[in-house]
Each structure stands twice: as C-alpha cells, then as structure tokens.
C-alpha cells in the first residue's frame, strides 16, 4: 500500500537545500536583519514575475489584505464585496479597517466569484471587490474590471493562492489597484514561516504601503500616520528569492498532476472534478473535487493512507466570529453547498505519478469502478 501525505515539503526542499541555506547565511553575515538588501532584491524579482511596477513586502497575507484597504482609505461605513465561499482572511482584512464584508455567490463551476451576482450586491456605500482566485485558479478578470469601472469601485485581489495564474494572458495580482498575495509555507511559493505581500502598478501607494508597514514612518523617528509592524523579514526574503526561480517548474508539475487526476477521475458519477474557465489558467494550489458522499471518502482514504483536507468546512459568514452579522444557515446556499462536499486531494511539486494512481486507484475503489 502506498499511504500519500497530502502535502509534502521533502522533494522541493531536498531541490533548493543548498541555495536556501546559502541565502540564509547570507543575511546572517550581513549583520542588517530588518528592511535590508535580501527584502530590496525579493520585492524587485517578485514584481518582475507578476509583470507589476511594484512589490511591497509584508508581514503575511492577512496584512497585505489589510494594508491595500487601509492605503485605499476605506473604512467604518463602507461594504467590500468579497466572495462567499473564500478562507476567512479576505473577510477579516475588511473588519480589520471597520468595514462590512458582503458577500457574493461563487460559480459552482470554477469555485470563484461569479461576476453576474456582483452588480446586485452593489450599494451606493460599496467601495471595493476582492475578488479570490481560489485554489488556483484566476477569477473572470475582464468581466469583474468592467463592472468595477462602471461602479468606480476599485478592485483588490486576494492572489494568496494563484502566483503565476493568469486570466486573458495578465498575470492575477496586477489587475486590481492594490493586491495582496501571501508566502505561507503551503502557498505555491511559500516562506519558511510567515511572509506577505503586495503588487501594484501605482507607484504612489506602493509608497503609502511602505510607509504603514513600518510603523507610519518614511524617515526614522518620523511618524506620519498611525502604522504597523508589518515588516517582510529578511530571512525570508532571502528564502523566498532562492525559491522564486523554481516557481513556474513546480506549477508545470502541480498542473501534470491535475491533468493526470483529471484524466484517472474522469466519468465516476457523482464525483465533480475541478474545471477551467475559458480565458483563465489554473495553478493547482489545491485540487479539489466535490461529492456528497464526502465525509465517507475522506475517511475511507484516511484508513487507505491517504492524505486529505477540506478548504473550507464553514464558510466565514457562519462563523462563530461573525455572528453578529446575523446570517442564518441557507444565506448563501453555494458557499454552503462547497463547504459540505468539497475534498482536496494530495498534489505538491514532486509528488509522483505514482503517488497520483495510487489515490485515483483508491477513489475508484471507494465508488467500486
Ligand atoms: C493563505 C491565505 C490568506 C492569508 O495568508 P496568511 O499569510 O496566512 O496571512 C489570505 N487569503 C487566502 C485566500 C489564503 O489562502
């Protein structure tokens, strides 16, 4: 029996060893340990990989969020619309500037925002979308930028999930004015610990973002706004630079993989595979099918060794935390719906073929086909 983690750091880190710990004594003998030359260097390579004029590095992805909301000034009174069905840190970034977050229907197909319910979740007090590409894949970018400019609202990405996808040919993370990504260590490309942050093509709040994660101040002791600690740490920046080169080899893998399990999972009833929308490209930073026999999958790959999550068992607004929006089971039946059948299946850079048949061997034995 071949038992499959669900995630596994081994191949990749077993690839980039040298270079990472190089990096890492690098910064150690530099003696400049916060806001240095290796964050300088990160934050010019990753802009030149998402084709912005500009990166800002950051804490993690939760400040990134927070930041581009709080240079875009909004605030205490003012609705964001975010997706129904995303992880809860695109929710918390619009509490975290005392706006409201309201929530949008996904497309069951694709799992993102569903660009047709955006207009009537428009108020005269809506300030922004964010739209998520989750899991992987880019959101329907041209229709979700043309209803952004018919509204004048500005649109922030949530990329956390999506380096290197793109939609029409543009890369996610620099259509909206400010957008956030994280470096989590299980992103596509990830830290090893917490990092974040910004693109943008806007070089003024690019500036303003610089200025908030390190404590409201440009010039030292200088403090113009009220600020944070939000600094990407240089140890990480340094990681993520030795990392950043292997990027689009780990995404090919990450997109054989899909293709095989696409193909091995074809025609199970009752077993929805993901799908890619026209226009859009897909970087697998999680491969999830849906069922309502959910529950008894998950386990009976449990018992085969079989590595598996579920992103997301409660959709944000049935939350504990967010009670006091008062949204009743059945307000957004979609986020529901995913949020009870959805499975992510083991899929890392490095992960084998054979590692891919053996969970595709199980599933077709849990369904007996
Ligand atoms: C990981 C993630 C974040 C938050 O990133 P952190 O670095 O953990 O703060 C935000 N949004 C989405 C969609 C994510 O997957």
Same mark, same amino acid.
């Given at each position: 029996?071949?038992?499959?983690? !669900?995630?596994? !750091? ?17 910064? !150690? ?8 030359? #290796? ?7 990753? #802009? ?27 605030? #205490? ?6 997706? @129904?069905?995303t992880?809860?840190?695109?929710w ?16 069951? #197909? ?6 047709t ?14 739209p *998520? ?8 970018m ?12 500005q ?5 956390a999930?999506?380096?290197?996808? @793109? ?9 909206? *004015? ?21 693109t ?11 200025t ?113 929006l ?36 199980m ?7």
């Amino acid at each position: 029996m071949t038992s499959v983690p !669900f995630l596994s !750091f081994g191949p990749q880190n077993q690839q980039i060893r040298a270079q990472v710990l190089e990096a890492m004594t690098q910064v !150690f003998d530099s003696e400049w340990y916060v806001l240095g030359e #290796a964050v300088k260097r990160f934050e010019s390579e990753y #802009a030149a990989f998402n084709q912005t004029t500009a990166c800002v590095g950051v804490a993690n992805g939760l400040d990134a969020l927070h930041l581009a909301l709080r240079a875009l000034n909004i605030k #205490a009174g003012d609705e964001v619309l975010v997706p @129904s069905n995303t992880y809860i840190a695109t929710w918390l970034a619009v509490s975290m500037v005392g706006a409201t977050p309201v929530p949008v229907e996904p497309s069951l #197909a694709t799992y993102n925002l569903d660009p047709t319910r955006l207009e009537a979740a428009i108020t005269p007090r809506t300030r922004a979308i964010m739209p *998520v590409h989750l899991y992987g894949q880019a959101c329907q970018m041209s229709e979700i930028m043309a209803i952004a400019r018919k509204y004048n609202l500005q649109v922030v990405e949530d990329n956390a999930q999506a380096q290197g996808a @793109s939609f029409g040919g543009q890369l996610t993370g620099s259509f909206g *004015v400010l957008n956030a990504t994280s470096f989590y260590p299980g992103k596509n490309l990830g830290a090893l610990g917490d990092a974040g942050a910004l693109t943008t093509n806007d070089e003024s709040l690019a500036q303003q973002v610089r200025t908030l994660r390190n404590y409201g101040s440009q010039q030292k002791y200088y403090n113009e706004v009220l600020g944070y600690n939000s600094r990407l740490d240089e140890l990480q920046a340094a990681v993520l630079s030795a990392k950043l080169p292997f990027l689009p080899e780990w995404t090919q893998q990450r997109q054989a993989l899909a293709a095989q399990y696409q193909a091995e999972l074809a025609g199970i009833s009752g077993l929805h595979l993901p799908t890619v929308a026209p226009g859009a490209t897909h970087v697998y930073h999680l491969y999830v099918v849906r069922t309502p026999q959910r529950d008894a999958l998950q386990s009976y790959l449990a018992g085969q060794g079989i590595g598996t999550l579920i992103h997301y068992p409660v959709p944000p607004h049935l939350q504990t935390a967010y009670k006091d929006l008062g949204y009743k089971p059945n307000a957004f039946p979609l986020a529901e719906e995913i949020a009870a059948t959805c499975l992510s299946l083991p899929l890392w850079p490095g992960m084998s073929p054979e590692q891919a048949k053996a969970v595709t061997e199980m599933i077709r034995g849990f369904y007996n086909n």
